[in-house]
Structures are given as C-alpha cells and as structure tokens.
C-alpha cells in the first residue's frame, strides 16, 4: 500500500514513465482494434522491428555526421524521424500490394519482420560510437520520460485519440466492410491513408517510448482479450483500452514493487490476462453446455 500511495503522488519520481506506460495502454488497443478487423495481426509484430530499424538507421547516419534534418539538435528527435520515416514506407508500401490483390500475406510479413530485425543489427554493428546508447533506445527508455517527450506524447496521442474516437464509424466501416463503404460512397482510400498514417505515428512513438516489445503486447493482447468476452464493436473499443491501461498501470506497480523491468512486466501481465479471460471463457461454455445437457 505504501508503494502504491507513493506511486499515486504527483511528486513521484517516475510520475513521467507511468503517465507514458497509461497512454500506450490507452491509445495503441484501439489501433490494435483495425489490425485484427483488417487481419493484418501479424503486421503488429513486423511494424515494430521496422521501426527499430529506422531508429538504428538514423543513430548511424548520426555518428557519420549527416544529418537528414535541418539544424538537427536532438539525436532523439533525429532517431524519432527516422522511425516514422521507416514505418510509413513499409506500411504504404504493403498497402499498395494489398490493393492490387496480393494481400497482407504471412510470406510477406515475415520477410519484412526479417529484413527489419537484420537491418536493425547490422545498423547499430556500423555505428562507430555510442552503440550502447543506441541498443538501449532501440529497447525503449521507459524509465527516462523526459518532460518535453512526455508533452509530446500526450499532444500528438491525444490528437490520435480524438481523431480515432471522431471519424470511429468511418475507420470501422472501411476496415471491416470495403465494399459497403465503397458503394455508399466513403472515400476509402482517404481513410485507408489517413489510418495508416496513425499507425505510422503511434508505433514510431510508442518503440521510441517503450521498445517494439511492449508496442506489440500493447497493439495486439488488449484487441484480442476484449474479443473473446464482448459483442459488438462499441464494447470491443471500450474494453480493449480498458484492459491496456489497467496492464500498464499494475505492470508499473510490480515492476517498482518488487524491483522488475516495467516492459516485459506490462507484457506478462497481458499475457496473464489474456489467459486468465480465455479459461474464464473455456469454465462458462462448459457450465453451459453442462447445464443444457442436463
């Protein structure tokens, strides 16, 4: 209890890393949500690895001295570009091949996961200096917000967010039925545009904030957890967020609780609870049947 009132108090310590860790449970369960209406889980995982790349790729050009940014200042905000840089060309790039009708393939997918992941070794094996630095933003500094990011990651999130929540229908529309949003007359590339655009952003943020690892927990488990016990889109969204921020806030506790790393604390606590709603799931269809057959 102590812990958890010290947490609470806006004077503590690492009031920045849990703020973050809230956000990414609030905002990336509901870009989560189109990944599994457009069937594109496995793009979850490849999106990330993508990103580190980018991250990796702007460090190196970094410590050769170009600079792809004008008056650069930040080496973060450097390693930030080059992340967006990175995930929007594969995920327009993937979006084009899907529209001439070679779909998000798994072949596909996992070569894009593959390349990324190897690109992103070499990238930071050629960096002649700060390579632990570098090795330890491609994990994500979840336990060094500054203030300025942590800003910024609320301005640019809560823009997302509104956005995500305003144009709902629309997104949910062109995601699960192309041809009836087509044929009432939605413009479906604009909004296919538009939401891979916010992909592009909240996962570039988020590997930057967090690591790939914890982005991809946070994108994919609350989806699918809130799929197994709701019916209906409305309640999809509001439980999928539900359960990412309530994961982010008790991974946070544990981890200062009992001394662990916050990431892979939040990604477990995911997984437990993924698990603990599928047995649920299993216990109350067998009491059903149970009872029917009685």
């Known amino acids: 209890m102590e812990q958890l009132i010290e947490i609470l108090s806006?004077?503590?310590?690492?009031?920045n890393t849990l703020y973050a860790s809230l956000l990414v449970g609030l905002v990336c369960p509901q870009v989560g949500i189109?990944?599994?209406?457009r069937r594109m889980v496995l793009l979850g995982i490849a999106l990330p690895q993508v990103s580190n790349a980018g991250i990796a790729f702007a460090f190196?050009?970094?410590s050769i001295g170009w600079h792809f940014l004008p008056h650069m200042e930040s080496e973060k905000t450097m390693a930030l570009a080059g992340s967006i840089v990175f995930t929007l060309i594969t995920i327009f790039t993937l979006s084009v091949l899907e529209r001439k009708g070679k779909g998000f393939t798994e072949n596909r997918i996992g070569f894009t996961y593959a390349l990324a992941g190897a690109a992103s070794i070499l990238f930071v094996s050629w960096n002649p200096f700060g390579q632990s630095e570098v090795l330890s933003l491609l994990k994500g500094e979840i336990l060094s917000v500054p203030d300025a990011y942590l800003w910024s990651m609320v301005a640019i999130y809560g823009v997302i967010f509104v956005v995500l929540i305003?144009?709902?229908?629309?997104?949910?529309l062109v995601s699960y039925d192309v041809d009836m949003a087509t044929t009432i007359g939605k413009r479906v590339i604009l909004w296919d545009v538009l939401l891979y655009l916010i992909i592009g952003v909240v996962i570039s943020f988020g590997v930057m904030t967090v690591g790939a690892l914890v982005i991809f927990g946070f994108l994919l488990i609350p989806a699918i957890a809130?799929?197994?016990v709701t019916r209906g889109i409305f309640l999809f969204c509001i439980v999928s967020s539900v359960i990412g921020v309530v994961a982010?806030?008790?991974?946070?506790?544990?981890?200062?609780?009992?001394?662990?790393?916050t990431g892979p604390t939040d990604v477990a606590l995911l997984c437990i609870i993924l698990s603990l709603l599928f047995l649920g799931k299993i216990l109350i269809k067998?009491?059903?049947n149970s009872i029917i057959g009685n």
Request: avoid cysteine.
């Open 34 to 37: 189109f990944f599994m209406l």
């Open 166 to 172: 305003g144009f709902h229908r629309n997104f949910i």
């Open 10 to 15: 806006p004077h503590f310590l690492l009031k």
């Open 60 to 62: 190196l050009l970094h």
């Open 248 to 261: 982010a806030f008790l991974g946070f506790y544990v981890s200062y609780r009992f001394d662990l790393p």
């Open 286 to 288: 067998t009491k059903k």
């Open 226 to 228: 809130a799929r197994m």
